[in-house]
T-cell receptor, first 114, second 113 residues
Framework: DAKTTQPTSMDCAEGRAANLPCNHS???????VYWYRQIHSQGPQYIIH???NNETNEMASLIITEDRKSSTLILPHATLRDTAVYYC???????????????FGKGTHLIIQP | NAGVTQTPKFQVLKTGQSMTLQCAQD?????MSWYRQDPGMGLRLIHY???????DQGEVPNGYNVSRSTTEDFPLRLLSAAPSQTSVYFC????????????FGSGTRLTVV
């Protein structure tokens, strides 16, 4: 799986959009970008994933650059409950047996300020 | 659906004791995996399973055993607990569809004294 680089921490005001960057310059053509978050002491929670097109769901939007070497997770209207560690993970979505599991970095600690 | 259920939530062991951390999912997911998370660190993969009867090692398998006799259950066994195994343990599962995200349990906080 490709290595990712994320800022250690970020602040965002409540009600504003939170934009979390991730660099994955060694990403290969069949690797997807996944985002998870971990609220203090809880298990990680899947947020969104994408290959090369921008994606949006009820939780967030994912913007992937045209060269796929970086991406941005956008929380459109951040609330205090969005304070968490956000992990950007790049991986091949195995589905036919073989290796599985996720490789986590240290992620970005997003703090939403009231 | 209960999702991924881990028991116990908290456990204190003495060095050398053995125990089994339980993980069960009711979503008929084929893929299951175990992670440990040390303070200030990201999660590290211990073992994973791609179906009943099939398991393999992850990044940090030493000191842990797993088996997968049913689709629902994926227990993690500590054979002889050591203080270095003090950590929070998370179990996760996902369906066969390769693009799906993982569902994680709420974790077991283990202290070895």
């Amino acid at each position: 799986d490709a290595k990712t680089t994320q800022p250690t921490s970020m602040d965002c005001a409540e009600g504003r959009a939170a934009n979390l960057p991730c660099n994955h310059s060694t990403i290969s053509g069949n690797e997807y970008v996944y985002w998870y978050r971990q609220i203090h002491s809880q298990g990680p929670q899947y947020i969104i994933h994408g290959l090369k097109n921008n994606e949006t769901n009820e939780m967030a939007s994912l913007i992937i650059t045209e060269d796929r070497k970086s991406s941005t997770l956008i929380l459109p209207h951040a609330t205090l409950r969005d304070t968490a560690v956000y992990y950007c993970i790049v991986r091949i979505p195995y589905s036919g047996g073989g290796a599985d599991g996720l490789t986590f970095g240290k992620g970005t600690h997003l703090i939403i300020q009231p | 659906n209960a999702g991924v259920t881990q028991t116990p939530k908290f456990q204190v062991l003495k060095t050398g004791q053995s125990m089994t951390l339980q993980c069960a999912q009711d979503m008929n997911h084929e893929y299951m995996s175990w992670y440990r998370q040390d303070p200030g660190m990201g999660l590290r993969l211990i073992h994973y399973s791609v179906g009943a009867g099939i398991t393999d090692q992850g990044e940090v398998p030493n000191g842990y055993n797993v088996s997968r006799s049913t689709t629902e259950d994926f227990p993690l066994r500590l054979l002889s607990a050591a203080p270095s195994q003090t950590s929070v343990y998370f179990c996760a599962s996902r369906p066969r569809g390769g693009l799906s995200g993982y569902t994680f349990g709420s974790g077991t906080r283990l202290t070895v004294v």
